[in-house]
């Protein structure tokens, strides 16, 4: 699996295809709080986006030495996922559907934590999309320009969240 590339018109920090830069990251993502890993969306195009995450060393998930534990590396996939999403929403004129996280394969952490205060590059690239709703994305993660965690990420978008939602329940 490869890192995601970007094409050199919207690789450059904070702009996007037309150059403008992109809007916070709290006015694209629905996570609010502590539950907000991403701190910044550098590069979006319509397969792809590239955004960054601190590591807080006093974060709800911080351990004896303020890692964060390899494993929320999903997490932060989902949420370039959803800021991929967001901005072709916004871009179209709109909002993004509220989308479900529906799994990964084959994730792979060559570390167990991600380094107290280390500024991470999440990369999401879309392989798939489907008029249901449902996608799949190539995902990685890099610190210190290494990768150090990388999976598909597969996600879902209902058109009626609530009774999806509702549904869940039921079952």
């Not at 994305?137 to 990768?147: H, S």
Request: hydrophobic share 45%; glycine share 10%; net charge negative.
């Amino acid at each position: 699996m490869t890192t995601a590339t970007l094409s050199t018109s919207t690789a450059r920090a904070g702009t996007s295809p037309a150059g403008a830069a992109f809007p916070p990251v709290e006015d694209v993502l629905p996570h609010r709080g502590t539950m907000r890993l991403v701190d910044e969306i550098v590069a979006c195009d319509d397969e792809a986006v590239a955004v960054l995450a601190s590591v807080d060393p006093q974060g709800w998930y911080a351990d004896a030495q303020g890692a964060m534990p390899a494993w929320l590396g999903i997490e932060l996939m989902a949420q370039a996922i959803a800021a991929h999403v967001g901005l072709i929403a916004m871009r179209a004129g709109g909002r993004a559907r509220p989308g479900v996280l529906l799994g990964a394969s084959r994730y792979e952490a060559h570390i167990c934590a991600f380094a107290s205060g280390a500024r991470l590059r999440i990369e999401a690239k879309e392989l798939l999309k489907s008029e249901q709703g449902h996608g799949a994305y190539e995902c990685t993660i890099a610190q210190d320009g290494r990768c150090v965690a990388q999976a598909v990420v597969k996600v879902f978008q209902p058109t009626d969240f609530h009774a999806f939602i509702e549904g869940s329940f039921r079952s």
